[in-house]
């Protein structure tokens, strides 16, 4: 299956070229002709290196991977109004309480990350819990368009099941959901500010790009989630290389008590440093955010890079020794897991805008 992206940018090839219309001089990243990062925008060649590569060198057999899947409490989930949590359902999946509201991150319940659903990257791990099997889901978060964090399929039955649902995405999605029949949607730019009952969401910077065709290549914008109320602050990256937007998170918005950060699809690192972090990086950016505790996310559910299935976790590992850090401050769970957050929780005077 080494020539499947292949096929999948061919096959996806399928949008003609349109004018950038979010063209802003006023701001950095919104360029002339499509959206930018904050600090580095150079090429980001060698991906038809990369495929040549996976096409004609041998590589070692792989450990084995068969990850322990945990039978969710859905019933707590469905009936939780009080306590915050976190459940990683996969991959990049998870769902979070805070105050009564249920927000459902970069939710993929398909079994292939793909425009087509008989090709491409094939869920390896099983779902611990069906979408059926969620609570009434109050938001969804997006972070960018690749497959592997905007589902078509999930996002309909989503909208399908609760037309009260509100879903936020990075600029230039919007009309994406639209025309599958999601009708309440709100695009944000980053550092945009939403109010979701007592929850303020805000959209933040990330080093990474967009592209869901041969044609759309950085023609939607895309970013991390920041979410406050007024107990905890939570942060998803969404999918992100290593820059100094977390150090600016931090600033603008404070310190984090319990962050979302990617730990997967990270070899080679040639071509994927620039938008994908490693473990190491990973633990960096807890130590830039301060966060009192940090998950593993984007790992152990797709086979989307280089590296063995069961690496990030022996590379963080390290990562953590390597600045003698607890491993209880940047912990992975187990699919379909359920995390209490009190312990994690503070008393913030208001929610801060």
């Given at each position: 299956m080494k020539w499947v992206l292949l096929f999948i940018l061919v096959f996806a090839g399928v949008s003609g070229?349109?004018?950038?219309r979010y063209y802003d001089p006023n701001k950095a990243h919104h360029g002339e002709n499509q959206f930018l990062n904050n600090y580095d925008n150079s090429p980001k060649d060698g991906f038809w290196k990369w495929q040549w590569e996976r096409l004609t060198s041998s590589r070692p057999p792989e450990p084995p991977f068969h990850p322990e899947i945990v039978k969710t409490d859905t019933q707590f989930l469905q009936g939780n109004r009080q306590e915050s949590t976190l459940t990683?359902?996969?991959h990049s999946t998870s769902l979070i309480q805070l105050s009564g509201v249920n927000i459902l991150m970069d939710p993929v319940f398909s079994d292939r990350v793909s425009p087509v659903s008989f090709m491409g990257p094939k869920?390896?791990?099983p779902l611990p819990f069906e979408i059926s099997d969620l609570p009434a889901i109050d938001v969804v978060l997006v972070s960018h368009s690749h497959y592997?964090?905007?589902d078509l399929p999930t996002l309909r039955?989503?909208?399908?099941?609760?037309s009260q649902t509100l879903f936020l995405v990075p600029l230039g999605n919007e009309a994406l959901l639209k025309s599958q029949g999601i009708k309440n949607v709100k695009e944000m730019d980053w550092w945009d500010e939403t109010k979701v009952k007592d929850l303020t969401v805000v959209l933040t910077p990330a080093q990474h790009w967009s592209q869901r065709s041969l044609f759309d290549h950085n023609k939607s914008l895309w970013g991390g989630w920041y979410v406050k109320t007024s107990r905890l602050h939570v942060f998803y990256s969404g999918d992100t290389g290593y820059s100094r937007d977390f150090q600016d998170i931090r600033i603008k918005l404070g310190e984090v008590d319990v962050a979302l950060l990617p730990v997967g699809t990270y070899e080679p690192r040639w071509f994927m440093k620039k938008q994908h972090v490693n473990p190491e990086e990973a633990v960096q950016i807890h130590e830039d955010l301060k966060a009192k505790l940090s998950i593993g996310v984007h790992w152990g559910t797709f086979r989307l890079s280089d590296e063995a299935m069961s690496l990030p976790p022996v590379d963080l590992q390290k990562a953590l020794e390597a600045k003698n850090l607890d491993?209880?401050?940047?912990r992975l769970l187990k699919h379909g897991e359920i995390l209490k957050l009190k312990n994690y929780e503070r008393v913030y005077a208001e929610v801060p805008h």
């Open positions: 070229c349109q004018s950038f990683w359902i996969g869920r390896l791990v592997d964090h905007l039955a989503l909208a399908q099941r609760n491993a209880r401050v940047f």
